[in-house]
């Protein structure tokens, strides 16, 4: 049997919630921010972290493997804290620009800017949804 640790990153993104590891198609524990756990494997599996209705890819981790020391899991800093930023920006910027260019042709780029982002929100939710966390095999 391996003992195999995994380690949450404590960081700011998603802080309030627990994730979800899933092992074998089993939600077996949750681990918080900045949490280590181990978990004793003793044959060739399959791991995913969870955070609600998204997570992370699969990995599949031989228990053969000796070389494998660790698996972290953190938040997707593209969909966790660039997106939202992002998102707030364009928000103001149409505003802005709704009230000062009321009859501009600026009104409808900014206007196919926002819709452009609600499309890709709705695709990190639905299409994407497994790639909202990271999870990475840390090797010796």
């Known amino acids: ?34 949490q280590e756990k181990v978990l004793t494997i003793d044959k060739a599996t399959t791991l995913q972290a969870k955070l609600m209705w998204c997570g992370s890819k699969k990995i599949e981790i031989k228990a053969d493997e000796q070389q494998l020391k660790e698996i972290r899991i953190k938040a997707n800093k593209g969909a966790n804290i660039l997106f939202p930023v992002m998102a707030f920006f364009v928000l103001i910027a149409s505003s ?36 909202f966390l990271d999870i990475e095999l840390v090797r010796e």
């Open 96 to 131: 802005v620009v709704n009230l000062v260019y009321a009859d501009s042709g600026l009104k409808m780029f900014i206007t196919s800017v926002m819709v452009g982002g609600i499309i890709y929100a709705l695709a990190l939710v639905t299409i994407w949804r497994n790639t």
């Open 1 to 34: 049997m391996k003992q195999l640790k995994i380690t949450r990153l404590k960081e700011w993104a998603n802080r309030r919630f627990n994730y979800t590891i899933v092992v074998d198609g089993q939600e077996q524990f949750e681990i918080a921010s900045g």
